[in-house]
């Protein structure tokens, strides 16, 4: 359990006995209107990316296909999260600095984002990151 406001959901199950059908919609499961959407596949063994934070984008993070970690770092708990079901989806607040690592080689991290891609809405400086959010 994560004690900030980033958060694990687990998406219901629809399934019958063609298989399995998952559904993510804005403003429901999700508390945010999507406004871009990417995934990050064919991760190189050992990699370990993210290294960031925001000033506003909200995400949720789901692996589609296989699994991998994030870790967390709100400047007041530091967490590691597991991605390992097409239903699990972390809710991923600005405030928090994460790392993405131990991709299994299927892994396909679907990402759904509240903003479009701007580059200064990142924070990849960790001392400017404790500055903006530290307190
Ligand atoms: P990068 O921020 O390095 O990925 P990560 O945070 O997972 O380590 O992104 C890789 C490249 O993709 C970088 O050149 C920026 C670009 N990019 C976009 O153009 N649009 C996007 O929505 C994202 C997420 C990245």
Not at 24 to 42: C, H, S
Request: aromatic content about 12%.
């Amino acid at each position: 359990m994560l004690v900030s406001s980033s958060k694990i959901v687990e998406i219901g199950e629809l399934g019958d006995e063609r298989g399995y059908l998952a559904v993510l919609e804005q403003n429901k499961l999700l508390p945010f209107e999507i406004n871009r959407v990417f995934y990050i596949y064919k991760t190189s063994p050992g990699v370990r990316r993210g290294f960031h934070a925001h000033y506003k984008t909200r995400q949720a993070l789901v692996c589609v296909s296989g699994a991998c970690k994030v870790y967390l770092d709100n400047t007041i708990r530091k967490t590691d999260v597991l991605l390992d079901s097409p239903r699990k989806v972390l809710i991923l607040e600005p405030s928090d600095w994460h790392e993405m690592y131990d991709f299994s080689p299927d892994c396909v991290l679907l990402v759904l984002a509240s903003h479009l891609y701007d580059p200064e809405d990142y924070i990849r400086d960790y001392d400017q990151f404790l500055e903006v959010y530290g307190g």
